[in-house]
């Protein structure tokens, strides 16, 4: 089964980041928020990727040649324009590719470009700047009994701002980063049908619009509700948020040590 993950976005929010880089491509714990992301797939056996690229692409591609050849013995022969990389202490057994889907097409034209590399058959899909600790089996198995073409994970956000309650002046309950007690969104770790392809445009087609409000119109779109952590990286703020869980050792998405 393929995951696709949507890594072409200018990231315009965390623009002190992605001024060189795609905001993939934005370390949490001097590694790409993408690395973590594929990490947790790995970690329930999801070692087909489909990286879709745009804004500064060639980063990914550089970081994703250069992983797995600068911790390996190499010989290279420039004159026939060969690399042969002879052994590697990659532990990550995976296989990815990095396909360019435009500067400017927009999330839905993105999913719709790689139809030719996901196949005909159940897959994957995520953004790639957010992390979570949802199981992936128990999504697949819920997308298997319903048996629609689109499943989301429903979350509830993190509050952006530390929540009061108050009594009067008095603050009676204090929480720095709370979960927003009530109202779920759109946590993205999709699976899809390959029938959704059918329900995207082209190139400027926003998949949070258009596509899934039509799947939701026609019963074809269920949510996993998603009860564990789920963070974004957004903001330069979001950031030093996931920054400081890894640096503490207490990072709820590092499931796979």
């Known amino acids: 089964m393929k995951t696709a993950i ?11 980041e992605t001024v060189v880089r795609p905001k993939p491509m934005v370390e949490i714990g001097e590694r790409p928020i993408l690395w973590h992301i594929m990490r947790h797939y790995l970690h329930y ?14 980063v990914i591609k550089r970081w994703m040649l250069d992983y797995a050849t600068l911790s390996a013995d190499v010989t290279v022969r420039p004159r026939r324009g060969e690399v042969t990389v002879h ?15 435009g500067q400017t097409t927009n999330t839905g034209g993105r999913i719709k470009r790689l139809a030719p590399w996901v196949g005909t058959d159940t897959f994957m899909l995520t953004w790639g700047d957010g992390v979570s600790d949802v199981d992936l089996d128990a999504l697949l198995a819920f997308h298997r009994s319903h048996g629609r073409i689109a499943t989301l994970t429903a979350v509830r956000p993190p509050a952006r701002y530390g929540h009061i309650v108050t009594d009067g002046d008095q603050i009676v309950e204090f929480s720095e980063k709370p979960q927003i007690g ?20 082209g190139d400027d087609t926003q998949f949070e619009k258009e596509p899934l409000e039509q799947l939701a119109k026609d019963g074809q779109l269920m949510a996993y509700h998603h009860h564990g952590f789920w963070q974004c990286m957004d903001t330069v703020r979001e950031k030093h948020i996931l920054e400081e869980l890894w640096r503490s050792g207490n990072a709820p998405w590092k499931i796979w040590e």
């Open 6 to 16: 949507l890594a072409g976005g200018l990231g315009s929010r965390l623009a002190e």
């Open 45 to 58: 056996g999801h070692d087909e990727f489909v990286i879709a690229c745009g804004y500064k692409g060639e």
């Open 87 to 101: 052994r590697s202490d990659v532990s990550e057994d995976w296989a990815v590719d990095v396909v360019d889907t």
């Open 182 to 201: 009530e109202g779920w969104i759109n946590g993205a770790f999709f699976v899809l049908e390959p029938a959704v392809f059918d329900y995207i445009e």
